[in-house]
């Protein structure tokens, strides 16, 4: 059970670092906690969707790829600038 909880701590703190770079790299900082830990996670997914599906190399940390994470959250974070109309 305590192992489970820390990997989805390990995940959260991961998924909020990789939204916060992706804010900061689009120049789109102004966003809640919330939203930075949603904005990382669904980088950290399509990152690793992304990296695995055409098995491109990687800087693996403890299973997550993180520069695929990255480029997966910037994505992200430009289409929600534009969906919001705040590009």
Same mark, same amino acid.
């Given at each position: 059970?305590?192992?489970?909880? !820390? =990997?989805? &701590?390990?995940? #959260?703190?991961?998924?909020? %670092?990789?939204? $916060?770079?992706?804010?900061? /790299? $689009?120049?789109?900082?102004?966003? =809640? %906690?919330? $939203?930075?830990? %949603? !904005?990382?996670? /669904? ?6 969707? &992304?990296?695995?599906?055409?098995? !491109?190399?990687? #800087? ?5 790829? /993180? ?6 959250? %910037?994505?992200?974070? #430009? #289409?929600? +600038?534009? &969906? +919001?109309?705040?590009?």
């Amino acid at each position: 059970m305590s192992g489970q909880i !820390l =990997r989805i &701590i390990y995940y #959260l703190v991961v998924a909020f %670092v990789i939204g $916060t770079a992706a804010q900061y /790299i $689009t120049g789109y900082h102004k966003q =809640r %906690v919330f $939203t930075t830990f %949603v !904005l990382g996670f /669904i980088g950290v997914i399509a990152g690793d969707l &992304i990296a695995s599906h055409f098995s !491109l190399p990687d #800087l693996y940390f403890f299973g997550i790829s /993180i520069i695929w994470s990255i480029f997966g959250a %910037v994505v992200f974070v #430009l #289409l929600f +600038r534009i &969906i +919001r109309g705040q590009w």
